[in-house]
Structures are given as C-alpha cells and as structure tokens.
C-alpha cells in the first residue's frame, strides 16, 4: 500500500520523456567525449538534461569558458545529431565532486582480537542503561570472528 503511493508521486513528479531523456545520458556522454578536442573530453561531464536545458560540467574554468566560446556549435552539433533543442549551460564543478565514489573502495577493517571483544562484554554488564548495555552486547557480537 505504502509503495504504490511512492510509485505515483514519483511518476507524477517526473518530467515527461524521462525515460527516453534518461537513456539518452550515456550516449551524449560519449558523443561529447569523442568529439571535444582531447584535452578537454577528459574534463567534460553532462549533469543535466531535462526539457528547461542541457547542463555540462567543465572540471576547470578555463575548460567552462572553452566549452562558452564554442557554445553554438556544440548546441548545434547536439541538435543534429540528438533533436535537442534545449538551451546549453555551462557550469565549473571539481571533478573530484563529480566522480565521488566511483572506484574509491574502503579497506577492510582490522580484526578484532578475543581479547577486546570480550573486555567489551565486561564493561557491558556494569553498564546500568539498559540501552547502551544492549548497544554494547551488539557491538562486541559483531566483532567477534567465528
């Protein structure tokens, strides 16, 4: 009952097209990769496209005034080759905000001796909150390695 509410709200709130606009990211992704100069398609990712504009990130501002300076033939490349007729905006964005966790992993963590999980297991039982006991219990349960 309560997911069916969701599915509606979200297929209300989305624009129309959105799943044609959506399957069309990668692929403009691409055509901008292998047609901007080499220097620059590295630095060049599409944020946006919805039916108001076409938003593209430059990792520098000398790469976002390049990508300025050739606006209309990149709008007009764009329209040919995709029928967009939404404007081209042009933003600065890091490109380390635009690649987060993309293959950042985070190393394993240290094992934990029997030793501290059973100090952990101690000190639970002198804990009057029965909260924080339970907390404490948990924790020294999941630490442990079998």
């Known amino acids: 009952m309560g997911s069916s509410r969701i599915d509606r709200l979200c297929q209300s709130v989305l624009p129309p097209g959105f799943e044609r606009l959506q399957r069309k990211l990668p692929e403009i992704q691409r055509f901008l990769e292998q047609n901007l100069p080499e220097p620059v398609n590295q630095a060049v990712t599409l944020l946006t496209l919805n039916r108001d504009a076409i ?5 520098t501002p000398m790469v976002s005034n390049y990508l300025r300076l050739h606006a209309s033939e990149i709008q007009q490349q764009l329209r040919e080759t995709f029928a967009l007729e939404q404007p ?5 964005v890091p490109d380390s905000m635009l690649r987060l966790a993309s293959n950042v992993y985070a190393r394993k963590p240290r094992s934990v001796s029997a030793e501290s999980v059973a100090a952990i297991e101690a000190g639970a039982r002198w804990v009057d909150d029965k909260d924080l ?6 924790l020294a349960k999941s630490l442990q390695t079998d």
Not at 55 to 59: D, T
Not at 88 to 92: G, I, K, L, S, Y
Not at 133 to 138: E, F, G, P, Q, V
């Open 133 to 138: 006991r339970a907390a404490l219990l948990s």
């Open 88 to 92: 081209v905006r042009f933003r600065t």
């Open 55 to 59: 938003v593209i990130a430059a990792s």
